[in-house]
Structures are given as C-alpha cells and as structure tokens.
C-alpha cells in the first residue's frame, strides 16, 4: 500500500473520479453490514461526511476484519464507484485494508454516539474525533485564517505582542503570576514583601491579559497592526462565555477615531461569517441540523443588516423602560450584565447592536474622555446568545489626561512609562478594539458553551488535557 498515494476524502467526496484506485485512510466511525458484506463509515478529518467502504467479506481474512470497530484507525484501497446507497453518492470497494490501529470496543469512550456535550468534555482527548468536534475544529480553523486574510488584504501589519508581561497594570482583568521562585521558600524583603529581584526577571511578571498597550506601541509606527493570541484572566468566572485562556485578536489603527473602529468592526465581523457560510457550508449544515436550527439564518441575517448604534445613555433608558425584570437593576453607571446586553440586542433591535459613550467609571484609563466630563469613546459590539463580543475605543491621545485619568484610578505612571511615552513624543489618534476569538466561533457555529470551541478549555479547576 505505500506506493500510493494518500487520497483526502474530502477530495473525494467534492470531485470524485469514478473507476479510479484510490487510497484512503482514516478512523471508522461505523461498521454493520451481515455475513456477506460489510459498510465501513470512514472519516479523515478532512470534511464532515464519512465515506462509505464496501467490504465483500469472502475476500478478507475474518481476524483482519473483526479488527475493524468504531474508532480504530485503517487504510483502504480500492475502487472508487457511484454508489446506490442512500447518503452518499460514491463509495469505496476495498481491494485492500490495513489496520493501524485497533480501538477496543469493550473500552473505547466513543463506541456509542450520542453523547453528551459535558460527557465529551470529560474526554477532550478523543472529542475531536466527532462529527460535532469535527465541524467546530474546522470552523475555528477557518476563521482564524479569514482573520489574517482580512488584515494582510487591509494593509494591517500581524504584531507578536508579549506573552508574558511586566505590567501588572493592563487593567483588563485578574492576572496569572509568572515565576520561577520557590514557593516553599519565597525571598523577602525587609519590609516582609516578597523579593522579586531575585526572580526569573528580576521583577514580578505575569502572563498578559491583553495585547492592547503594545499594540498601540506598533500602530504608533506601522500604522495599522493586530495581535492574534493567547490571552489569560485569572477570574473565577464560571460562565458559558468565559475561559481563562482565550484567544484574542486586536487591531490597532492610528488616524482612526471611534466612527472608523466602529465601521473596522462591523465591516470585519461581516466578513468573517461570510467567510465562513461560504467556505464551512457543510460543517454550518451539520450544526444547524443537530443542534440550532435558526443558525445559518441567523448568520446572513448579520451579514446582511446593519448593526444599530447607538448610545450607553440612550440603552440605559430603553432598559429602564423594559418589561422585563433583571437579576441586576438597570439604572444610569452601571457596568451592564449579559442580560441587559441580549435584552438590546434580541428583544428590542433584533439585531446586533453597537453601543458608545460609557461612563468613564466602568472603563479602562486609556479610553478618549469625551468634551462631558463623564463619558468615554468607548464602543461594544453586542450579538445574539453572546452578549458583549467585542470591546473596543478610540484612545486617549493627549498626554496630560492620560496622566491624569492614571492618576485618578490609582494606576502608577512608574510602571507604564513606555506607554506614556507615545504620547510625548508623536502622539497621534488611534483607536481600536479586542475580538475574543472563542466567541466568535461561539456565534459562527452556535453553540452553546464557550469550553466547546475551543481544543482544551482552561476555565477554574479544569486544565487535565
Ligand atoms: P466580559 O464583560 O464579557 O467579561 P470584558 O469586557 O472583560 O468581557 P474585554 O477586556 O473588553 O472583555 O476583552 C475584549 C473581548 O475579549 C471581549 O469583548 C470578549 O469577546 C473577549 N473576552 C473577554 N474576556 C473573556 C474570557 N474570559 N473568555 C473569553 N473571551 C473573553
Ligand atoms: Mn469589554
């Protein structure tokens, strides 16, 4: 069998050459069939839909074929023919079948279907290997890759932004500590502090929470970057909407102010889902099958609408006046929940909805304090089942406020001197903003969990795989 040539299925599936050899391998998915022919679902990852091997059960050795069971990895040579069956329209007459390897059916987690979304979380090792897995892994992939393509055809420069960082003052969440000190035998200080000079790099360092404030450093010179990475809060939220490790990309955009962000962001996330009803089409139909059957409608619908803007004031009174009652009451300052976020977008604009102007309180020190004296050039983009799926602003530019707003929320300027620095020398206005990937992925594919689009979720008390 090594003189052939491997064949993807997908490749099969989409351009058959009927009558012609092939060769394909991949995991069995399922095996029925009676004493005299036996069907064989084999999938290679490559698309949705397994192909169907036909196997004349007089031509193979009987211990070679009880081998063959759900999740047990073959190859397969033979003739690629039209097929009369239902659910495909070519299949695989196999002339020759090797098995890599076997997957017991007595112990394999997956020999049933049908499980769980919970249960396959408990075997995030093996839950690729489902249909649904399948279709969210491809999709993720997908749109990771629109997203590069989006900002190289848009002039953007792709930024590597620091993974672990020495500002412990990013200011957008509860941060995981970096450090090679014993933690049995901490060096102190003579004030009893701990003593980091003695650390990996000779201060207190932490794994980043956001790419922003360097990205600022590289939209200062390049024009336009983004970041796309790791990003890590250490907060004990258990939702369906938070990791504690996600991924985040954020483009960063000088001679920008926030109606050009808002206009990037909707301009992107249109993009981004049209990428994907066009090129995940089967991975979208499997989904909207199994699991959310409004999801593709709801997918053009964005693509295909305006969103709505308008202002933090403006949604705050329209949730004053709601009929509905919220677990956390609505009234002018708040930070807004989830709950007030969908109420906007699903119930009163049917639509996805951006809102600006926050009140300065709620928002992080770098955001442009608008001419009031209370509200900030903030904007968050907010989608159906999601929420808030991206958080941006234009920035504050002018050297003084910066300092002052820093200085009012007790943010030392000592540690963010290379920040504010951009300020002192060739400041400009910038704006821009950070899309969490995973909720992204969550709306494209319409699941339900922020831990089911991602490989291996991080969230508290969960980092087995
Ligand atoms: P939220 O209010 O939903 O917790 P946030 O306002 O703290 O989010 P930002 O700091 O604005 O989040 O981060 C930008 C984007 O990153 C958010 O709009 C969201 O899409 C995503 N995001 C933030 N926190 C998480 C998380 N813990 N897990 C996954 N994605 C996240
Ligand atoms: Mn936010």
């Not at 097929?83 to 079948?97: F, L, N, T």
């Not at 007595?106 to 399948?134: C, M, W, Y």
């Not at 709620?362 to 999601?386: C, E, H, S, W």
């Not at 620095?421 to 969490?436: D, I």
């Amino acid at each position: 069998m090594e003189h052939q040539e491997r064949n993807i299925i997908r490749d099969i599936i989409k351009t058959p050459k009927l009558d012609t050899s092939v060769l394909v391998k991949g995991w069995v998915r399922t095996k029925r069939g009676n004493k005299n022919v036996a069907f064989i679902a084999l999938n290679d990852g490559s698309i949705i839909h397994s192909l169907q091997i036909v196997v004349d059960v007089a031509n193979f050795d009987e211990e070679l074929l009880k081998k063959i069971t759900t999740g047990a990895c073959i190859a397969v040579e033979g003739k690629l023919v039209a097929s009369g069956g239902q659910g495909q329209s070519v299949e695989v007459v196999a002339s020759k079948i090797f098995v890599y390897g076997t997957a017991d059916p007595d112990v394999f987690p997956l020999q049933k279907k049908g499980h769980s979304l919970e249960f396959l979380r408990e075997i995030a090792h093996l839950r690729p290997r489902t249909n649904t897995f399948g279709a969210v892994l491809r999709i993720r992939h997908a749109l990771a890759f629109a997203i590069h393509k989006y900002f190289n055809d848009n002039g953007f420069f792709y930024l590597h932004t620091p993974i672990i960082t020495g500002s412990d003052a990013e200011g957008a969440g509860a941060m995981f500590q970096v450090t090679t000190l014993d933690l049995k035998n901490l060096p102190k200080t003579s004030d009893g502090d701990i003593n980091y000079e003695t650390d990996f790099f000779g201060k207190s360092t932490n794994l980043t929470v956001s790419g922003q404030l360097e990205g600022e450093l590289g939209a200062m010179a390049l024009g336009s970057i983004y970041t796309f990475g790791p990003t890590f809060r250490a907060e004990n939220s258990n939702t369906p909407r938070h990791l504690a490790e996600f991924w985040m990309i954020e483009p960063e955009m000088t001679f920008c102010d926030i109606t050009d962000n808002m206009d990037l962001a909707e301009d992107f996330l249109k993009y981004l889902i049209t990428y994907a009803l066009e090129k995940c089409t089967d991975d979208l139909e499997f989904l909207c099958k199994m699991y959310d059957e409004e999801l593709i409608d709801r997918l053009k619908f964005v693509t295909e609408n305006d969103f709505k803007r308008l202002t933090y004031t403006e949604g705050v009174a329209i949730l004053e006046k709601a009929d509905q009652k919220f677990e956390f009451p609505v009234k002018w300052g708040i930070d807004l929940q989830s709950e007030h976020e969908r109420y906007l977008v699903e119930k009163e604009f049917k639509c996805p909805v951006i809102l600006t102007g926050y009140p300065k309180e709620i928002k992080a020190f770098y955001m442009k304090q608008n001419d009031d004296g209370k509200t900030v050039r903030a904007m968050d983009v907010l989608f159906p089942k999601i929420g808030e799926i991206i958080g941006g602003s234009q920035r504050e530019e002018d050297y003084e406020k910066l300092e002052s707003r820093m200085n009012e929320m007790h943010i030392p300027a000592k540690d963010l001197w290379w920040y504010l620095e951009t300020r002192k020398f060739g400041t400009a206005p910038h704006s821009g903003f950070g899309l969490g990937f995973e909720r992204l992925v969550l709306f494209v594919t319409g699941m339900s969990n922020i831990r089911d689009v991602i490989p291996f979720p991080r969230t508290p008390k969960n980092a087995e795989f």
